[in-house]
């Protein structure tokens, strides 16, 4: 069993400099081949549900598919609820086993961000589970617009909110089908210079693989969010099984072609993140 929390993940990252993949998974075809990766490098995982994921497949499931996981592999997997909006969401992901909740409550104003996510982090850790939470705002690629993290405000944040971990805005866009967008690394040295707290990107898709690797070593950024570049190794290899046979109508078989191409981006992925091989 290496079900862990957030914190329990990201502070050994933050001192041992590497980060942790926060993973969006869509269903149990993505999320296995994500945990038999990290197994298969040694590194820890982040399995992540985001809205889309919810949408699909309802929390209780969810957790127990993570945890099940988690008791699978000898890697630290960490059931992770990712952009939860209200405090009924985020209490429905702790009932339903998750680790780790993260309240979004980046559109609102700081003050009101704040009290907010303060009141899930004091729920969080009630429980002996963990809280991220947002200050600036994520933009999304043909979408809404990024609001750029303050340093003042992060410190702020960071102090009041009680979090164990802080997404930050720092030239991060959602849903980025690139690599081609650097982050603003003066922005990142700044935030960090007034906190202590384990930072995250989201939108890490679209980050370069060699920064991403430069942060984890140098930065406090500990977890990277990575949705759209796993979707895309999944839609494609799935896209190529349902081409080879046009006769084939098993979802099972269809699907079973997925689990290799997908785990062998997400090695690559996790990689990168430079963790060292935890296998227990
Ligand atoms: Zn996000």
């Not at 490098?41 to 949408?55: D, K, S």
């Not at 993290?149 to 849903?175: C, K, W, Y």
Request: hydrophobic share 40%; with cysteine.
């Amino acid at each position: 069993m290496t079900l862990a929390t957030l914190a329990d993940v990201l502070q050994p990252a933050l001192k041992g400099n590497y980060a942790v993949g926060g993973l969006v998974t869509l269903g149990w075809e993505d999320m296995r081949a994500y945990a038999y990766a990290a197994q298969s490098i040694g590194a820890p995982v982040i399995l992540q549900a985001g809205p889309g994921c919810r949408e699909h497949t309802p929390l209780p499931i969810l957790g127990k598919m993570y945890r099940h996981l988690a008791a699978e592999v000898d890697v630290p997997v960490v059931a992770h609820l990712d952009h939860g909006y209200t405090f009924d969401e985020c209490s429905k992901a702790l009932d339903s086993g998750f680790t780790s909740l993260m309240y979004d409550g980046s559109r609102k104003p700081l003050n009101q961000n704040i009290d907010e996510t303060a009141r899930i982090a004091e729920l969080a850790n009630a429980a002996g589970i963990s809280c991220e939470g947002e200050i600036g705002f994520v933009g999304y690629a043909n979408g809404e617009n990024s609001a750029g993290t303050d340093p003042d405000e992060a410190a702020q944040f960071a102090r009041e909110s009680g979090v164990d971990a802080m997404a930050i805005s720092v030239g991060n866009v959602h849903l980025q089908q690139d690599k081609e967008g650097g982050l603003d690394l003066p922005r990142i040295q700044a935030i960090e210079a007034v906190t202590s707290v384990p930072l995250v990107i989201h939108g890490g898709s679209g980050v370069p693989v060699a920064q991403r690797t430069l942060l984890a070593q140098t930065s406090k950024v500990c977890k990277f969010n990575i949705g759209t570049e796993l979707r895309m190794a999944f839609g494609a290899a799935l896209r190529a099984s349902v081409n080879s046979d046009p006769d084939q109508f098993d979802r099972a078989v269809l699907l079973k072609a997925t689990h290799d191409p997908v785990m062998t981006a997400t090695q690559s992925v996790l990689r990168a993140f430079g963790a060292p091989d935890l296998r227990g």
